[in-house]
């Protein structure tokens, strides 16, 4: 395996005197794609937000290229890792183009984008399929429409981290196996994805890893391939989670 590009350290955050996380630590190595997972308030979106630098951690230390992350310059930060918050407000006047070309900021020289910043945002909006979007304001799309619009500017800034929370949110199935399909792309490219999601299947199909939160520290750190040999760490999320070895590859289903 490749030298991680991220280490996460010892790092423990609090709201007030209530502890969220507590000593989580792990590494993640270019071309990995790493789903994040666990109950409701288990700290995936806080976790995320202290990786990108949003939240200083109460303890531990978060570790970018072999460089300690409070000591990246915000223009230097925002090349090397780009993140998708769960929530993202932007004004709904903004048409579809301009806000993919927002990504391109921590690489601009000067004032106006250049040829190759809107060749960079064309090819991501065109990866996220929302390329016949790029004259419309955000106001006139729809939920999952206005998310691939977002992925798309995660793309174009072309980090070589990138922290996405719950991308798949508001799209339709079609499209929530197009959003994997890209990331395990992305992946392949030799980029470091770091993604939260709720949906066991599509972290087991497009991932190469599953982290599970819980009881404010990591449960468990799993290749995607040998997961379901033992498909206790299911119980985490619900008791009504069950394997079928009866298709062609194992499967989580419902109960």
């Known amino acids: 395996m490749r030298s991680p590009v991220l280490r996460v350290r010892n790092v423990a955050w609090r709201a007030s005197t209530v502890p969220v996380l507590e000593h989580v630590s792990f590494d993640v190595a270019p071309g990995e794609l790493v789903a994040v997972m666990g109950r409701n308030g288990a700290g995936k979106s806080t976790l995320l937000d202290i990786i990108a630098g949003l939240r200083s951690p109460t303890e531990g230390a978060v570790i970018l290229a072999e460089r300690p992350l409070d000591e990246w310059a915000a223009i230097a930060r925002a090349r090397m890792l780009a993140h998708l918050p769960q929530s993202l407000r932007a004004d709904l006047s903004m048409r579809a183009e301009a806000l993919v ?87 392949e490219r030799g980029t470091a994805c770091l993604v939260v999601t709720h949906d066991v299947n599509l972290a087991l199909t497009f991932c190469t890893r599953v982290i599970i939160l819980a009881e404010r520290g990591v449960a468990r750190d799993l290749a995607t391939e040998s997961a379901l040999d033992d498909p206790a760490w299911l119980h985490v999320f619900s008791q009504r989670l069950t394997v079928d070895q009866g298709a062609s590859r194992p499967w989580v289903r419902y109960e």
Do not use: I, K
């Open 101 to 187: 070309l927002m990504g391109r900021y921590a690489h601009a020289a000067r004032w106006f984008e250049s040829d190759e910043d809107r060749q960079v945002a064309q090819e991501a909006m065109q990866r996220c399929e929302c390329l016949e979007f790029r004259r419309r304001t955000l106001a006139t799309l729809s939920g999952g429409e206005r998310q691939r619009v977002f992925l798309a500017a995660c793309l174009a800034q072309q980090g070589r981290v990138l922290l996405l929370d719950e991308p798949a949110t508001f799209l339709d199935v079609d499209q929530q196996l197009q959003c994997f399909s890209v990331l395990r792309a992305e992946a």
